[in-house]
Nanobody, 125 residues
Framework: QVQLVESGGGLVQAGGSLRLSCAAS????????MAWFRQAPGKGREFVAG????????ILVDSVKGRFTISADNAKNTVYLQMNSLKPEDTAVYYC??????????????????WGQGTQVTVSS
């Protein structure tokens, strides 16, 4: 079993930055592929970024390439989403997710078995 706890959300102005953290625990968490999803008001969950714990493979959705970076710190059991040059359209609840036996960057939310509680990111114009 894997437990995920997210933090780092908040309110920022357009062009600003935030770093989201996802702290993982459990006996087998390192065997899971990690991802960030987001859900804007009135929309479904959208894949944003994915990685494995080695950081050897990273995937970003096109809309955030060049602005966001996903990384994993195995020693701290934490996955990060560094968000720069934020835009109002980035406003959403951001969720950390873990999936077993998945390819890094799998965009299907139902394939991820474990989810964090979500953290709100609001970008003002």
């Amino acid at each position: 079993q894997v437990q995920l706890v997210e933090s780092g959300g908040g309110l920022v102005q357009a062009g600003g930055s935030l770093r989201l953290s996802c702290a993982a625990s459990g006996r087998t968490f390192s065997r899971y592929v990690m991802a960030w999803f987001r859900q804007a008001p009135g929309k479904g969950r959208e894949f944003v970024a994915g990685t494995d714990w080695s950081g050897g493979s990273t995937i970003l959705v096109d809309s955030v390439k060049g602005r966001f970076t996903i990384s994993a710190d195995n020693a701290k059991n934490t996955v990060y989403l560094q968000m720069n040059s934020l835009k109002p359209e980035d406003t959403a609840v951001y969720y950390c997710a873990a999936g077993r036996g998945l390819r890094v960057g799998d965009k299907t939310d139902s394939r991820y078995a474990y989810w964090g509680q979500g953290t709100q990111v609001t970008v003002s114009s």
